[in-house]
């Protein structure tokens, strides 16, 4: 039975997109049939992520009015081969999307897919809604800092509420992706620790991805961290929350270089 996951945040530039890439990357190096949504109709920024920019004919709203077809609109990872995406649209805005073209393109996708992971747009907006709805699980990605958590816990009442699992009075399962975390920074109070976090949100931990210039590297080459530096700090701490996702309990730890070797800062049980 395949699984909907969206990953979505309150606030924009706290690395959603990054993570949704680097997180359907690593569940589908594990072997898992793997399908990344761009939701964020007119900035289009997963496919430039994924290195996929070029190879895009039709997106997300051909499929949904019924201009192309499915198959025509999926891309499939030329570094993997059980990970593909369905980019969005550049420019037209997210008006074209409709409730009942998400819904059938998400049917459409359950049958053929393990994961379908929808990056959504920031913010409580229609298009954040429609790539929320269908959803089985989320990730709520956060950076550090007071406005990024603060907006978040407005997402997760949204989650509570404006989903059809909600609808149907059952439980979506909430996790915590915490971004751009610097452990030196946080023990000096200049930005919240994970234990602050942890407190405002009250949501299980799925991962704490550490502050890093792989990060952006990756991005720059066209290409999700977790392939393209699959032993970085970074990309061992999406790893191991993609496998958090599929059920697996591990602890929760910042990983740190220190004299050659990993040093884990904090360790707590995962979602």
């Known amino acids: 039975m395949a699984k909907v996951l ?35 109709v007119g900035l289009r920024n997963l496919d430039l992520v994924m290195g996929a920019e070029r190879r895009v004919v ?16 999926l891309i499939r990872d030329k570094r ?19 409730s009942e073209g998400v819904a059938k393109v998400i ?28 959803a089985d699980a989320a990730v709520i990605v956060t950076n550090p800092e007071v406005s990024s958590v603060r907006d978040s816990d407005r997402i997760i009442g949204l989650l509570d509420s404006k989903t059809a699992r909600a609808e149907r009075g059952e ?39 550490p502050e890093s210039e792989d990060v952006l590297k990756a991005s720059n080459i066209g290409s999700p961290v977790t392939l393209a530096s699959p032993d970085s700090l970074p990309a061992r701490a999406y790893q191991e929350a993609a496998r958090r996702l599929t059920g697996e309990e591990l602890e929760v730890s910042v990983p740190i ?9 904090f360790k707590r049980r995962g979602a």
Not at 7 to 19: A, D, E, I, L, Q
Request: aromatic share 6%; net charge negative.
């Open 171 to 209: 439980k979506i399962d909430k996790h915590l992706l915490l971004t751009r975390y610097d452990p030196a920074r946080a023990a000096r109070k200049e930005m919240l620790s994970v234990e602050d976090v942890l407190e405002i949100l009250s949501i299980p931990l799925v991962g704490i991805v």
């Open 107 to 134: 049917d459409e996708l359950r049958e053929k897919f393990d994961w379908i992971i929808c990056d959504s747009p920031a913010g409580i907006e229609r298009g954040a809604q429609l790539a929320m709805y269908h």
């Open 6 to 40: 969206v990953v979505t945040s309150g606030k924009g530039g706290v690395g959603k997109t990054t993570s949704t890439a680097a997180l359907g990357a690593a569940l589908a190096r594990s072997g898992q049939n793997v399908v990344v949504v761009d939701f964020d």
């Open 257 to 265: 270089e220190k004299r050659g070797l990993f040093e884990w800062l």
């Open 58 to 73: 039709f997106d997300l709203i051909n499929v949904v009015q019924g201009d192309a077809r499915l198959a025509q609109a």
């Open 80 to 98: 993997c081969e059980t990970l593909s995406i369905l980019p969005a649209s550049q420019t037209r805005d997210k008006d074209a999307l409709t």
